[in-house]
C-alpha cells in the first residue's frame, strides 16, 4: 500500500487501468472529458503492474481496475465514479483536488 501511497502523491488524479479493460477506457474518458489534469498508471506496461494490482486489491479495490484516487483518496472504482457523476458530485471534487479550473 505504500507504494500505491507514493503513486498517487502529489497528484490531483490518479487511474490505475488496464490497457485491455474496457471500463477504465469508459472513466479515462470520462474524467479526461472534464479537461482534468490526471495521470494513468497502465497496469498490463508497468513493470511492477502485479505488485501494484496485489496492494490495490488490498485496499478494497475489487476488481482491482479502474482504481480512482482524486486528491490523493480512493474514491474507488466504476460504479463510485459513475455514482459521482450523476449525483453532480464529480466536478466539484475535481474542482477541489486541483485537477480542473473553472
Known amino acids: 500500500m505504500d507504494m500505491v501511497t507514493r503513486m498517487v502523491a502529489d497528484r490531483p488524479v490518479v487511474i490505475f487501468s488496464r490497457t485491455t479493460c474496457c471500463m477504465s477506457h469508459t472513466i479515462k474518458t470520462l474524467i479526461s472529458g472534464f479537461g482534468a489534469n490526471l ?3 497502465e497496469l498490463d506496461e508497468i513493470p511492477n503492474g502485479q505488485q501494484v494490482e496485489r496492494a490495490l486489491q ?8 479502474p482504481a480512482v484516487f482524486i486528491g490523493q483518496q480512493l474514491v474507488g472504482g466504476p460504479n463510485q465514479v459513475m455514482s459521482l457523476q450523476l449525483r ?6 475535481l474542482i477541489r483536488a486541483g485537477a480542473i479550473w473553472i
Do not use: H, I
Not at 453532480?88 to 471534487?93: E, I
Open 39 to 41: 495521470t494513468v498508471y
Open 88 to 93: 453532480n458530485q464529480l466536478v466539484p471534487l
Open 58 to 65: 488490498q485496499m478494497g479495490c475489487n476488481p482491482s481496475v
